[in-house]
C-alpha cells in the first residue's frame, strides 16, 4: 500500500533556548555515517540550535538528496544539531528504522530528489518530505522487513566486510575447520546418534590390524610413537571420540619419489609441493612427468584417499595437505609425504585436521627446521601428530559439513561479487527491490540462514 509520508511523521523543533547545551553533544550528519558526534567550533548564541531526541531524524536540507540523514537510535547520537537541519520523527504505525531504509535506498533518494526544490541549488524541506509516497505495509511487516534487512548487512559485512572477502573467506573456513575437530559441528548428529560405535572401538582394530601385518612383514614395526596424554591435548574432547597419534592410524607414512622429471606429457605425472594449494586442494596443472619404468613404481603409486602433505617449502607453505581422489596412475616427489590411512576412516577429515589453525600452530609450526633457505617438517614429526578421532560415522558428518559450509560462503561471496562491485551495491539492490515493490518481502532471496549459520561458528 502506497501512502504520503507525511501521515505518518511529524516536524520537531525544539531549540534549546536560555538552557543551553549542558551535558549534551553536537551531533552532525553525514551519507556516509548518519549521525555522528561533530567535531565543529559552536556559534556564541547557540539556543536555536535543535534538540535531537532518541528515534528522531535529522538532516541537512542542501545535502539529503546525496543519503546525508541520519536516525538517533542509540544514546551517541542524541544531542543537538544546527538550526539549519531539519529535525522530525515518526508517529506510530511507522517504523523508525524501516523509513531510514528506505530513505537511504536509491529508490528513496529518486523520491527525495522529485520532491526537492530550487533550480540550482537543490533542498528538500520538511513540506516537501511530507509528500514523498512510499509502500508501508503494517507495523509487524515492516519490523520483519527491518530484522532480514540487518541479517543480510551483517551477513556481507562478515564474508565481504566491505569488498574484502577475499580475506574474510580463509578466516572463516579456519574457523569451520577449528568448530570440526573440537566435535562443536556436529554436537547435533551426536545428539541424533547416541548408538554410534565409539572411536576407541575403531581404534583398537585398527592396531590390532597393524600388529596382525607387522608380524607377517607386510608393515615395517612402528617407530616409538610419543604416548597421549592430557598434557599434549589442546582440547577437551566429545566422550565417543578417542586421542591417538597420526602414526597410529596410518599404515603408510612414505617420502615421495627423488627421481628428476620432465615437462613432457609422457609417462606417470608426478605431484609437486606447488600442486598442493593452500586451502587444501590438489591443481592438476603444471604437472611433471617420470618414466614407469624408475625404480620407485609401483611402490609409491598414489591410491585413491591417500593424503599428500608437503613437508619441504617456505615457512608459512610446509604442511598444507590435500586427499587424491583420482582412479589414475600418478605418483609424488620427495618435497611430499604419502599417509595412507586404514581404510575404516576418512581421510578428508584427517586432511582438514592437519590444515586447521590449531595442528599448525600446536604441532606443526614448533617442529618446523630450517635447512638450505627452505622450512622442512619430516616425517617422524608428522606420525606423532595427536588427532581428537571421531566416530568413523561422525567423520563422514564432518566432512559433508565442512564441504556443505564451505560451499554455502563461497557461493554468497560469488553473489555478491558477481551482483555489484561491493556489498553497498548488493545492499541497495536488495533495499531498491524491497520498497519498489508490494510485495516487498518477497525481495529477500539471499540465504541468509545459511550465513548466519556459517558466521556464528567464527564469533
Not at 554468497?412 to 558477481?418: D, G, R, S, T
Request: aromatic content about 6%.
Amino acid at each position: 500500500m502506497m501512502a504520503r509520508l507525511g501521515d505518518y511523521i511529524q516536524e520537531e523543533c525544539r531549540p534549546l533556548g536560555s538552557l543551553g547545551a549542558q551535558h549534551l553533544r553536537l551531533i552532525g550528519v553525514s551519507n556516509e555515517h548518519g549521525l555522528h558526534v561533530s567535531g565543529r567550533d559552536l556559534s556564541d548564541d547557540i539556543s536555536n540550535y535543535q534538540r535531537i531526541e532518541k528515534n528522531w531524524f535529522a538532516y541537512n536540507p542542501m545535502r539529503v538528496n546525496v543519503g546525508s540523514i541520519g536516525l538517533a537510535d542509540d544514546e551517541s547520537k542524541i544531542g543537538f544539531t544546527s538550526p539549519d537541519y531539519t529535525v522530525f520523527s515518526c508517529k506510530d504505525g511507522l517504523d523508525p528504522h524501516y523509513l531510514l531504509h528506505f530513505l537511504k535506498s536509491e529508490y528513496g533518494l529518486e523520491a527525495i530528489a522529485r520532491n526537492c526544490s530550487g533550480a540550482v541549488r537543490k533542498r528538500l524541506y520538511f513540506n516537501g518530505l511530507a509528500e514523498i509516497e512510499l509502500p508501508i505495509p503494517n507495523i509487524d511487516e515492516q519490523r520483519a522487513l527491518v530484522k532480514r534487512i540487518h541479517e543480510i548487512v551483517d551477513s556481507i559485512s562478515f564474508i565481504s566486510k566491505q569488498n574484502s572477502d577475499r580475506h574474510e573467506l580463509p578466516k572463516l573456513e579456519r574457523a569451520l575447520l577449528q568448530a570440526a575437530i573440537q566435535g562443536e559441528l556436529t554436537a547435533d548428529w551426536r545428539a541424533a546418534h547416541p548408538d554410534a560405535e565409539p572411536a576407541r572401538v575403531a581404534l583398537a582394530r585398527i592396531c590390532s590390524e597393524k600388529a596382525r601385518l607387522i608380524a607377517l612383514k607386510v608393515l615395517r614395526p612402528k617407530d616409538g610413537l610419543p604416548k597421549i596424554t592430557n598434557a599434549n591435548t589442546p582440547f577437551k574432547i566429545p566422550k565417543t571420540w578417542e586421542w591417538c597419534s597420526l602414526g597410529e592410524i596410518a599404515m603408510d607414512v612414505t617420502y615421495g619419489t627423488s627421481q628428476k622429471a620432465h615437462i613432457e606429457a609422457e609417462g606417470i605425472p608426478v605431484l609437486r609441493m606447488g600442486n598442493i594449494t593452500i586451502d587444501g586442494r590438489i591443481n592438476f596443472a603444471n604437472l611433471k612427468y617420470v618414466s614407469p619404468r624408475i625404480k620407485d613404481l609401483p611402490r609409491l603409486f598414489l591410491n585413491s584417499g591417500d593424503i599428500v602433505f608437503n613437508r619441504t617449502n617456505s615457512y608459512e607453505l610446509v604442511g598444507k595437505s590435500a586427499v587424491f581422489r583420482r582412479n589414475q596412475q600418478f605418483t609424488l616427489a620427495s618435497y611430499l609425504i604419502r599417509i595412507r590411512l586404514h581404510e575404516e576412516l576418512i581421510p578428508e577429515y584427517v586432511a582438514y585436521l592437519i590444515n586447521s589453525p590449531i595442528c599448525r600452530t600446536m604441532f606443526i609450526e614448533p617442529n618446523i627446521v630450517q635447512q638450505n633457505g627452505q622450512a622442512n617438517f619430516n616425517g617422524s614429526k608428522l606420525k606423532a601428530i595427536p588427532i581428537p578421532l571421531p566416530p568413523v560415522a561422525e567423520q563422514a558428518a564432518i566432512v559433508e559439513r565442512i564441504e556443505a559450509l564451505s560451499e554455502t560462503c563461497r557461493a554468497l561471496v560469488v553473489e555478491i561479487n558477481h551482483s555489484r562491485t561491493d556489498a553497498a551495491d548488493l545492499l541497495q539492490a536488495v533495499l531498491r527491490d524491497t520498497f519498489s515493490s508490494s510485495e516487498a518481502a518477497s525481495a529477500l532471496r539471499l540465504p541468509v540462514e545459511a550465513a548466519r549459520e556459517v558466521a556464528a561458528l567464527a564469533v
